[in-house]
C-alpha cells in the first residue's frame, strides 16, 4: 500500500500481519527494533480531510484509528523511578568483573500499571547500547561457534510454573528443542543457552504466578534465584511482589537497601552448581498516579497533555483532557491506574470518530463501559485491576487511601517508600 507519492504508507507495516511475541528471540528482536517505528497520522484540519479523495479519507481514518491504539509510551515520574534504578542495575551488573553474585531487581505494581513496557524499554535501551559498544559481536563468543547473540532474554512465567516448564519457558525464547529431556537435563541447557547467546539480562515477567505453599512453585523459584550464579542480571516482574511470598524469607538490609535472600542450601540446584552466597535484590514499585499533593497532580496533568498531543480528533480543543473538571473525571473513572486511563482515551476516540462528534468529554466517556477480558493475563494473580465505578467518591479522599486497584485480594500488604518496608496495611 502507498500513500499519495508512491512511497510506502506507514499503515503497511501494521496490515502486514500481527507482530511475534517478545518471548521468543526473532520477536524480542523486532520488537527491540520497531518498538519508536510507528508514525502517527499527519494532524489534519477538517476542511484538509474533506479535500482528500474517498479512498485518501478512509486512509487516512484508518490510520487515525492506529495512532490512537498506538498511544506512545509517556515517561511518568513513577516509571522514571523504575527506569533509573533498573539501569543502573543492569550496566553496573554488565561491566562487573568479580566473582561476586550479581544482585537482581524485582519490579512490583498491581495490573495494567505498565510494569511490562517499562522494563521491556530499558532492556531494550541497554541491549542497543551493548550491541554498539561490542561492534554487534558476542564478546564472550568461543571461537569457531555460531550461536545467537542475545543480551536479553524475555520470558513470561507459565501459569503453572514448575521447574520443567520455567526451563522449557526460557529454551522456547532460543527455539531450543526439550522434549523427552529430563529436569537436570533441562537445567543445564538453561545454563548452556544463557552462556552460549551471552545473556546478560534475563527477565521473567509475570513472577508472582508462582503460589509458594505449593512444592513445585517452591521448586521453581529455587530454580530462579540459581539462575544468578550465572552471570545474569535476574530482572523479576509482578503484581504484588511485596504479599506474594517472594520476600518471605527475606531480610531488609537498611545500609545496602536491598532485600537479602538467604544462600542456597547445598552446593547443586536441580544439577545445577550455584555458589553459597546470599541473592540480593533491588525491589521497586510502580505506582498508580495520585491526587492528592500539587506534584501528583502536575504529573498526572503533563501525563493528559501527552495523552492529548497524540490525539487526532477534528473538534478536540487546546484542553480536551486538561480543561475543566476533566482531569477529576478521568482520575475517578480510571484510579490513576496508567493502562485503564490509555483504554478509556482509545475507546472514547474510537467513540468520537464513530458518532462525528470528533472531540472526547466526559458525555461521551460516560458512555463507554471498560472492560478487560484478557485471556493472556490470570485475574487470580491480580493481573487484572479491579475497574472503578463511573460514580465514584470525591477523588482527594479516596488518594489519601494506600490501596491499589486490586489490593484487598490477600490479607496484608507492605507499603514502601525508597527506604524499604515502612508500614503494613489490611486486616
Known amino acids: 500500500m502507498t500513500d499519495a507519492t508512491g512511497r510506502p504508507h506507514p499503515l503497511s507495516a501494521i496490515l502486514a500481519g500481527k507482530p511475534p511475541r517478545r518471548d521468543t528471540f526473532d520477536g524480542w528482536q523486532h520488537y527491540r527494533a520497531n518498538r519508536r517505528a510507528f508514525e502517527p497520522a499527519p494532524v489534519l484540519t477538517l476542511d484538509q480531510w474533506r479535500a482528500l479523495s474517498p479512498r485518501g479519507r478512509a486512509l487516512h481514518d484508518l490510520h487515525r484509528t492506529a495512532t490512537h491504539v498506538n498511544l506512545p509510551l509517556q515517561e511518568t515520574p513513577m516509571a522514571m523511578k523504575v527506569s533509573r534504578l533498573l539501569s543502573r542495575r543492569i550496566l553496573g551488573n554488565a561491566l562487573q568483573r568479580t566473582a561476586a553474585t550479581w544482585p537482581g531487581v524485582m519490579v512490583g505494581g498491581w495490573g495494567y500499571q505498565g510494569k511490562t513496557e517499562?522494563?521491556?524499554?530499558?532492556?531494550?535501551?541497554f541491549e542497543d547500547t551493548w550491541l554498539e559498544m561490542n561492534g554487534f559481536v558476542n564478546p564472550g563468543a568461543r571461537p569457531g561457534v555460531r550461536a545467537l547473540h542475545a543480551p536479553v532474554?524475555?520470558?513470561q512465567t507459565p501459569v503453572t510454573a514448575t521447574p520443567k516448564g520455567l526451563c522449557e519457558a526460557i529454551l522456547g525464547f532460543f527455539g531450543a528443542p526439550t522434549k523427552g529431556l529430563t529436569l537436570p537435563q533441562l537445567v543445564r541447557q538453561v545454563a548452556?543457552?544463557?552462556?552460549?547467546?551471552?545473556?546478560?539480562?534475563?527477565?521473567?515477567d509475570d513472577i508472582t504466578r508462582l503460589r509458594l505453599h505449593r512444592v513445585d512453585d517452591q521448586d521453581a523459584f529455587d530454580l530462579v534465584r540459581a539462575f544468578m550464579s550465572m552471570n545474569v542480571t535476574l530482572v523479576l516482574v509482578g503484581v504484588d511482589i511485596a504479599g506474594s511470598g517472594l520476600l518471605r524469607r527475606a531480610s531488609w538490609d537498611k545500609r545496602g537497601k536491598q532485600w537479602v535472600m538467604p544462600a542456597m542450601e547445598g552446593g547443586r540446584v536441580h544439577g545445577l552448581e550455584v555458589t553459597q552466597t546470599e541473592r540480593r535484590f533491588d525491589f521497586v514499585e510502580l505506582d498508580r498516579f495520585r491526587y492528592t499533593t500539587p506534584?501528583?497532580?502536575?504529573?498526572?496533568h503533563n501525563h493528559l497533555v501527552g495523552l492529548e498531543s497524540g490525539l487526532r480528533l477534528f473538534n478536540a480543543g487546546p484542553d480536551m483532557l486538561v480543561g475543566g473538571g476533566m482531569p477529576e473525571y478521568l482520575m475517578r473513572r480510571t484510579g490513576g491506574v496508567v493502562g485503564l486511563l490509555n483504554r478509556l482515551i482509545e475507546d472514547g476516540a474510537h467513540e468520537a470518530m464513530d458518532s462525528g462528534r470528533e472531540l472526547i468529554d466526559e458525555e461521551l466517556l460516560d458512555g463507554i463501559v471498560l472492560s478487560l477480558d484478557d485471556p493472556g493475563r490470570d485475574p487470580a494473580a491480580g493481573e487484572v485491576p479491579r475497574i472503578p465505578a463511573t460514580a465514584s467518591p470525591p477523588v482527594a479522599a479516596a488518594g489519601r487511601k494506600r490501596e491499589s486497584a486490586g489490593a484487598g485480594r490477600r490479607g496484608r500488604n507492605t507499603v514502601f517508600d525508597d527506604t524499604g518496608p515502612v508500614a503494613q496495611t489490611g486486616a
Open 118 to 125: 517499562t522494563v521491556c524499554e530499558v532492556a531494550a535501551e
Open 153 to 155: 532474554a524475555y520470558v
Open 192 to 204: 548452556a543457552a544463557l552462556d552460549d547467546h551471552g545473556v546478560l539480562v534475563l527477565i521473567l
Open 295 to 300: 506534584a501528583h497532580i502536575q504529573a498526572f
